[in-house]
């Protein structure tokens, strides 16, 4: 799993992403120990049962650097991965929030951050029901400082959906007024995924916003899983049997048994969770709508290179 591969960009001087370099002696280390998947023996997997050897690569966010890194990494080296893309940045032109806070993250200093977001929240913005859990269970792999941390999940798990946004706005409006112009270069086009699908990629959802979908009705989490199929399917005629989902956030406390059984209903073949095992028979037979994966970090050169935040 990964999330930004790009290189060092002074602009955002606290951005985690992977270096470019990195990805590269990433993947030469995966080929020299692992070897990667053919494609049709992954999707082949889903009928026999039998896991065929090696990496699979996956994708999240429909991020710019997707393209302008990563597919052209992968197509020089004759592989393939598994893009999954939010499709509101395509649908209304707008900024996903949780991607607003990756900005805020990358251009200032977490803790500046963290007491300007404590200074707006009230006690009836938070949603305290699962408040044990998401602390537990929220971010266990990522390499975030404290204030990193705190800001991720006040943000993402704590404060309810009624709130969210408006708090989003004011941070937005006070540390990054001029956000709307990083807009235009973060985000792949809608002809760039159509490339990356004649290139051999997959394009999978990663739903319309990226929600939590554990906190969602049954109505709300369906919008999200169908117009997110519906518009990429528009872009790329993939056949509806070829479907493909992975959760926003990731981890088990992310979805419920009814995201899976939606999933299911709308024929997807298989969705990803994060849960740091290899694949099984037992999941691609039985429970293929929350296969594991890895984060790229739990690798040699996976690694977020040194930030002071």
């Given at each position: 799993m990964y999330h930004y591969v790009r290189p060092y960009n002074s602009e955002f001087p606290y951005f985690k992403n992977l270096n470019i370099e990195d990805f590269r002696k990433q993947l030469d280390y995966f080929e020299q120990n692992y070897g990667f998947v053919d494609k049709q023996d992954f999707i082949k997997s889903f009928e026999t049962g039998e896991i065929p050897k090696g990496v699979v690569l996956t994708f999240d966010d429909g991020l710019k650097c997707h393209y302008d890194y990563v597919y052209r990494e992968l197509s020089k080296r004759g592989l393939w991965g598994i893009f999954y893309v939010a499709t509101q940045p395509f649908i209304e032109g707008t900024f996903i929030d949780v991607h607003r806070v990756h900005v805020?993250?990358?251009?200032?200093?977490?803790?500046?951050?963290?007491?300007?977001?404590?200074?707006?929240?009230?006690?009836e913005m938070i949603d305290k029901s699962r408040e044990d859990e998401f602390n537990a269970l929220s971010?266990?792999?990522?390499?975030?400082?404290?204030?990193?941390?705190l800001v991720k999940r006040m943000i993402n798990y704590f404060i309810t959906y009624d709130f969210r946004e408006q708090v989003i706005n004011l941070l937005i409006e006070h540390f990054v007024p001029g956000v709307k112009t990083i807009f235009d270069n973060y985000y792949v086009s809608p002809e760039e995924i159509k490339e990356m699908n004649e290139g051999g990629m997959i394009i999978g959802s990663h739903t319309v916003n990226h929600p939590l979908m554990s906190r969602l009705s049954k109505e709300d989490q369906t919008h999200q899983i169908i117009n997110s199929f519906n518009y990429l399917e528009s872009l790329t005629g993939v056949n509806s049997n070829d479907r493909t989902f992975c959760y926003p956030h990731g981890g088990f406390h992310s979805f419920s048994d009814t995201t899976e059984s939606i999933l299911t209903q709308e024929g997807c073949l298989y969705s990803f969770n994060v849960e740091q095992r290899d694949i099984e028979k037992n999941d691609v037979l039985n429970r293929p709508q929350a296969l594991p994966r890895y984060d790229c970090?739990?690798?040699?050169?996976?690694?977020?290179?040194s930030v002071e935040n």
């Open positions: 805020l993250l990358g251009r200032i200093s977490a803790k500046e951050i963290y007491e300007h977001l404590m200074s707006l929240v009230i006690d971010y266990p792999n990522q390499q975030n400082n404290n204030y990193t941390l970090n739990q690798f040699e050169h996976g690694q977020v290179r």
